[in-house]
């Protein structure tokens, strides 16, 4: 069974970057068939994808975020990660990291953490 | 930047059918993925490329599609079915989630 695991911080000040990380079991990140993405979901923005990575370390991201969302994938740990930079209230949400299997269809996700951006 | 529209609410009694829809400018050329989300859970995919369903996912759901309306039909419909319902696509470069319908079994 394929199981996803979100860790990083609970609460992140403004102005500042936030890091999170996906730990990955029973299939490799350096896997073809995926992709590993990172999706958010807060009250006021609902599910927001932000971007995934392949195991080549190539991105695809979110346009409106690009600017602020970095991606990176650790083969040897069967790990990705997300920093995301200066952060307001508004990045205030849960995320979750996610396989996108075929055709943009997120078929494992995380169980999501809960990010609080405040000072 | 690219919108799928979907009601906020449907209610159905159960045994009856529940159907939930998602519109979009050219939806028609872009497959459609939908999810069901329980209060405190995480997403969980249940129709993929408009129409197919996962492994482990009942008979009762279905999907459609028809111009630039999507459709999540679930037949038989139980309390269990009760959910936040999200549809996405793929658009303008960017992966996109309708607003979900809340699915509430009366």
């Known amino acids: 069974q394929v199981l996803m695991q979100e860790s990083g911080p609970g609460l992140v000040r403004p102005s500042e970057t936030l890091s999170l990380t996906c730990s990955v079991s029973?299939?490799?990140?350096?896997?073809?068939?995926?992709?590993w993405s990172w999706i958010r979901q807060s009250a006021g923005r609902g599910l927001e994808w932000l971007g995934y990575?392949?195991?080549?370390?190539?991105?695809d991201l979110n346009p409106s975020l690009s600017s602020r969302v970095s991606l990176s994938v650790d083969t040897s740990k069967n790990q990705f990660s997300l920093t995301l930079s200066s952060l307001t209230p508004a990045d205030t949400a849960i995320y979750y990291c996610?396989?996108?299997?075929?055709?943009?269809?997120?078929?494992?996700w995380g169980r999501g953490i809960m990010v609080n951006v405040s000072a | 930047s690219y919108e799928l529209t979907q009601a906020p609410s449907v209610s159905v009694s159960p045994g009856q059918t529940a159907d939930i829809t998602c519109s979009g400018d050219?939806?028609?050329?872009?497959?459609v993925t939908w999810y069901r989300q329980k209060t405190g859970q995480s997403p969980v995919l249940v129709i993929y490329?408009?129409?197919k369903r996962p492994p482990g996912v009942p008979e009762r759901f279905s999907g459609s599609k028809s111009g630039n309306t999507a459709r999540l039909i679930i037949t038989e419909t139980q309390a269990l079915d009760e959910a936040d319902y999200y549809c996405?696509?793929?658009?303008?470069?960017?992966?996109?989630f309708g607003g979900g319908t809340k699915l509430t079994v009366l």
């Open positions: 490329e408009d129409h």
């Open positions: 996405q696509a793929w658009a303008s470069d960017c992966v996109v």
């Open positions: 029973s299939v490799s990140v350096s896997s073809g068939l995926y992709f």
């Open positions: 990575i392949y195991h080549s370390g190539s991105t």
């Open positions: 050219a939806l028609g050329s872009k497959f």
């Open positions: 996610a396989r996108r299997w075929t055709n943009n269809a997120f078929d494992i």
